[in-house]
C-alpha cells in the first residue's frame, strides 16, 4: 500500500509565477490536509479537504492560494503569483474516512521563489 | 486545542531510553495527546496518541499523568535513526487539523 505521493519534490518559481503542488493521498483514504513549514517553523495548519468539498481553510492566505480535491485525481494547492515569502516546505497528509485523528504525510514539496 | 509545552532540545545515548516530557497543563477532558516526530526534511510520522491511560506500541510508549496534565513519550532503546523534532499535541479526537509547536529536538548520539 503506497504511501502519500506529493509531487514534485522540489520546485523552483521565479516571482509572478505559478506553484501547482500535487498530493495523492494514501489508498482508501478521502481526507486530504495541507500543511506549510517555513524555514526552522513548525508546520501550520492551511487547509482540509474531502473529496470535491473544502471542509476547513481558516489556515490559508486569503489571497493567491486556492486547493483542491477533485472525485478523480490529485489534490492541488495551486499558489498564484508567487513571491519569496512562499518559499517553503509544503507537506500533504490523509486519513480515512473512519479515523480521521490518525494523519499519514508524504515527504513534501520544497518550494523555492527566486 | 490545548497548548503544549516541550524542551527545545534533548540528547539521549543510543541505546539508552529516551524520555521526552510535555506539559498540556490546560488540557480538556476530551482532548486526546498524540506524538508525532518529523526527522529532518522528512513529513512527520505518527508515533502513538492516548486519553488517560497509559499506551504503549511497537515504537514508543506514552505515560499520561494521573490529573492529565503532562504525559512522557519514552522510545525505549534509542537508535541514531531516531534522531529528530517530536511534537506533543493535543486535540479532540477526530477534529481536523493538527497544531504543531516547536517540539523538542531530540539527539541521539553514539
Known amino acids: 500500500n503506497a504511501g502519500v505521493m506529493q509531487n514534485p519534490r522540489h520546485l523552483v518559481r521565479r516571482r509572478g509565477q505559478e506553484a501547482r503542488l500535487r498530493c495523492s493521498p494514501m489508498k482508501g483514504h478521502s481526507h486530504v490536509y495541507w500543511y506549510r513549514q517555513l524555514p526552522e517553523e513548525g508546520l501550520k495548519f492551511m487547509v482540509y479537504l474531502q473529496k470535491e468539498n473544502i471542509i476547513d481553510e481558516s489556515g490559508m492566505p486569503k489571497e493567491r492560494f486556492s486547493a483542491e480535491f477533485p472525485k478523480e485525481g490529485p489534490s492541488i494547492l495551486r499558489i498564484q503569483q508567487v513571491v519569496r515569502g512562499d518559499s517553503a516546505a509544503y507537506f500533504c497528509?490523509?486519513?480515512?474516512?473512519?479515523?480521521?485523528?490518525?494523519?499519514?504525510f508524504g515527504a513534501g514539496t520544497r518550494l523555492s521563489v527566486l | 486545542d490545548a497548548k503544549t509545552t516541550q524542551p527545545p532540545s534533548m540528547d539521549c545515548a543510543e541505546g539508552r531510553a529516551a524520555n521526552l516530557p510535555c506539559n498540556h497543563s490546560?488540557?480538556?477532558?476530551?482532548?486526546?495527546v498524540y506524538w508525532y516526530r518529523q526527522i529532518h526534511s522528512q513529513g512527520p510520522q505518527y508515533i502513538i496518541h492516548?486519553?488517560?491511560n497509559n499506551e504503549t506500541n511497537e515504537m514508543a510508549s506514552l505515560i499520561i499523568t494521573e490529573d492529565r496534565k503532562s504525559s512522557t513519550l519514552i522510545l525505549p532503546h534509542a537508535t541514531l535513526r531516531d534522531t529528530a523534532v517530536y511534537y506533543c499535541i493535543v486535540r479532540v479526537e477526530n477534529t481536523d487539523k493538527l497544531i504543531f509547536g516547536t517540539g523538542t529536538r531530540l539527539q541521539v548520539f553514539p
Open positions: 492516548g486519553l488517560k
Open positions: 497528509a490523509s486519513s480515512p474516512l473512519r479515523a480521521q485523528n490518525i494523519q499519514y
Open positions: 490546560t488540557i480538556s477532558g476530551n482532548e486526546y
